[in-house]
Structures are given as structure tokens and as C-alpha cells.
């Protein structure tokens, strides 16, 4: 019989994820054009200080990110993805103790990284590329399946929706539909309703506000909103002053069963995380 302890810890490659707790799981852009950081850590120096500061600072996963999915972002080719990602994910495992995420949808950088000890694919694509969802199945890794239409470059030119939680739900749980049909299980999926990806600020704010229908779909769910636009035109914030929306917003995700949040602003964010949990403990 299975357990209900086995049930909540995911094997992430050589390390294993605690899923009866929320996590914070840090962004690191290895890209010259990402919306709040880019350029910052693509040198290999950089982006190793960075993770290291966002372990220290509490952060149990990081998201190694190569090509930009910002709104109207251009297109890399899985070559120039690869070395930007590569060395960092190699560099990561060697040096820190701490479950690597790629944020990717190319099927020659899954295959890759995780042979260099990657722990958990992250695809705004949903594995919807072709050979994403081979690459994913033979890498043995879980993924993350995030709700997007269209692709960056065009998601925002006019996203509409009749019941936007109700389809997000169900574009969701089409794409582990997919995944099991390739050969991988519900127990390894993760999903992410993508917020800012082809959605308006009233979707998102709807689709936040509603989240906890997702938990129909028995997995558990990645929050990234940190920095978003949707913050922004909330409260007519630069990206540069997003941080207080950003942590209620990772407030709210927490009480409301999101178990991974990804942040830019680890340390403030594991703050949020530690308080609530400490109130929620206490008898």
C-alpha cells in the first residue's frame, strides 16, 4: 500500500522533494534579454554567485533558464540554448546541494541537462514541441506543465476565454493526459496555471483568485508571478518596485496549497513562507 508520506516526496533526479511543504524556488536567467534580470548572470562566475546567494538565502530548488519567454521575446536556436545552459546546470550540481529546475521546451537541452543532474524540467510549453515529450519520458525527470496559448512572441496580441480557471483546468489536465500516453505519470507532474502567459490582468487576477479549483487535478501546483506585469498595472509599480505585490501574492499562493513559488527575491519570499508556516503549526 502507498503511503501518504510517499506521496508527497518527488524524486527530482538525486534529490528528493518534500511536497507536504511549500518551497521557493529561485530564478536564475542565463539570458542576455529576460525582463528584470537579463544580462545579469550570464557569465558563469555571476550565475553560480547568484545560486549560491539564493541556497544561503533558502531556496531548495533553481530554475536554470536559457531562452527568454517574456511577451514578444525572440526565439533561440537549441544550440545557443544549450551553452548558455549547460555549463551552469553542470557547475550547480557540482557545487551546491540543491534540486536544479531548466526552464526549457527543447527536447536536446532535457536530454542534456539532465544527464548533467538536472532534477526537474520546467516547460512553459507544456511538452507541446516536437520530441519534448519523448525527451521528457526517457529522461526519467518530473515536469512541470504550464498553461500558455500561442507563444511568446504573439500570447498577449489577444487572449480571450469564456471561464478562464475552468480552461486553464482543463488544458492542464489534457497535457498530463499526453504525458501519461508517453510515459509519464501523474506522479511526476507539476503544474503552473502561467500566469502572464497569454492572459490580461483581469484573467490573472481571476485565475489567482480561484486557484484552489486546480487541486481538482491532483497535482501539486508552481506559482511565478514575482516582478510580473500583473503586479504592475494592480498597482502601477516599474519592475523594480514589484516586490511588496509580489510577496503578498506569494502569500495568498501559500494559503491557498501552491507548493513552489518562483521568485527573483528569495530571501523575503522564505521569510513569507516561514511565518506562515509557523503560524500554521502552532496549536
Known sequence: MTSVQSLTRLPCGNRVLDLAQTHVMGILNVTPDSFSDGGRYSQLDAALRHAEAMVAAGATLIDVGGESTRPGA??????????RVAPIVELINRELDVIISVDTSTPAVMRETARLGAGLINDVRSLRR?????????TGLPVCLMHMLGEPGDMQDDPQYQDVTREVGEFLAERMSACALAGIPAERVILDPGFGFAKTLQHNLSLFKHMQSLHALGRPLLVGVSRKSMIGHALNRPVGERLFGGLALAALASVKGARILRVHDVAETVDVVRMIAAVESAE
Do not use: C, N
Not at 74 to 83: G, I, K, M, Y
Not at 130 to 138: R, Y
Open 130 to 138: 516536437d520530441g519534448a515529450l519523448d525527451a521528457a519520458a526517457a
Open 74 to 83: 525572440r526565439a533561440v536556436s537549441p544550440l545557443e540554448e544549450l551553452e
